[in-house]
Antibody
Framework: QVQLVESGGGVVQPGGSLRLSCAAS????????MHWVRQAPGKGLEWVAF????????YYADSVKGRFTISRDNSKNTLYLQMNSLRAEDTAMYYC?????????????WGQGTLVTVSS | EIVLTQSPGTLSLSPGERATLSCRAS???????LAWYQQKPGQAPRLLIY???SRATGIPDRFSGSGSGTDFTLTISRLEPEDFAVYYC?????????FGQGTKLEIK
């Protein structure tokens, strides 16, 4: 069965960095685009970033552009989110999500999330 | 950027009643690429509807989606106790793939 398992969250000071990982199994990871979506405590969902199945195309929400980098290693079935220059407003649960297929950008599987807290 | 506005913010109903949730877009959603998700406390979202009206695999037929252009609706025909949750719409026709702010469906 499809599994997405995030890791790498934690407490970091403002201006610091973190790298999140999402380990995928149960499907052919290299065939699917992947996204990161975040949710601040008690708030709604916010789309963060997308990467094409082969890594050739990426795009970002304006709120993270220039600070976050999405990447993937298809040989390791793993998605990453490098987060630099972190701010208090980046505090959130971060989910990785798999697209249903093709060029669509809605999500049939989500991980359980990893919590990032930016605080001094 | 397409902004999605969901209404109402909170909907209080009883089991067995019909729920109607609205999602309005600030501009037309390309190809009606509109999805609905359900989220329960402490859980990841679950896909309910895609393409505005197609049910995802395993979703009961009491859930239905409708609409086009800028106005979309999620209807739950007869509420079951497990349906009380937060519901989000998402447009995926253009980047950024924005979400609405959510509608909380609570037991009256």
């Amino acid at each position: 069965q499809v599994q997405l398992v995030e890791s790498g969250g934690g407490v970091v000071q403002p201006g610091g960095s973190l790298r999140l990982s999402c380990a995928a199994s149960g499907f052919t990871f290299s065939n699917y685009g992947m996204h990161w979506v975040r949710q601040a405590p008690g708030k709604g969902l916010e789309w963060v970033a997308f990467i094409r199945y082969d890594g050739s195309n990426k795009y970002y929400a304006d709120s993270v552009k220039g600070r976050f980098t999405i990447s993937r290693d298809n040989s390791k079935n793993t998605l990453y989110l490098q987060m630099n220059s972190l701010r208090a407003e980046d505090t959130a649960m971060y989910y990785c999500a798999k697209v249903v297929g093709g060029t669509t950008h809605y999500f049939d599987y989500w991980g359980q999330g990893t919590l990032v807290t930016v605080s001094s | 950027e397409i902004v999605l506005t969901q209404s109402p913010g909170t909907l209080s109903l009883s089991p067995g009643e019909r729920a109607t949730l609205s999602c309005r877009a600030s501009q037309s959603v390309s190809s009606n690429y509109l999805a609905w998700y359900q989220q329960k406390p402490g859980q990841a979202p679950r896909l309910l509807i895609y393409g505005a009206s197609s049910r995802a695999t395993g979703i009961p037929d009491r859930f239905s989606g409708s609409g086009s252009g800028t106005d979309f609706t999620l209807t739950i025909s007869r509420l079951e106790p497990e349906d009380f949750a937060v519901y989000y719409c998402q447009q995926y026709g253009s980047s950024p793939h924005s979400f609405g702010q959510g509608t909380k469906l609570e037991i009256k």
